[in-house]
């Protein structure tokens, strides 16, 4: 019996530690601005010019493995990383600025 108590006593206080982990003021999405200079360079790069060169390199690397292997999977491989690649700070920015 004391060893079951023992362990709802350890349960219940990693419960609580865990609560108050999570509402800790640290803990909440958004709230730091370490990497927002990183971040707002790097989702320039890709949704400007260079985003787009690189899609269309990947777009033509895909073309190249396609004919050389004889497959079209290269090619749609290469374009869904393209097409991932332009898109992916859009989608970034929905997911950590989506509401309830």
Do not use: C, H, P
Not at 53 to 76: R, T
């Amino acid at each position: 019996m004391k060893l079951l108590k023992r362990k709802l006593d350890i349960i219940g206080l990693s419960v609580l530690a865990t609560i108050l982990t999570m509402m800790s003021a640290a803990t909440f999405a958004g709230t730091d601005t370490t990497f927002t200079s990183v971040y707002t360079t790097l989702s320039s790069w890709l949704e400007g010019s260079l985003g787009k060169v690189l899609a269309v390199a990947m777009i033509g690397v895909g073309l190249g493995i396609g004919i050389a292997k004889q497959s079209v999977m290269a090619v749609v491989l290469f374009f869904g990383v393209s097409l991932v690649l332009v898109n992916i700070t859009a989608v970034i920015g929905l997911l950590f600025t989506a509401t309830i």
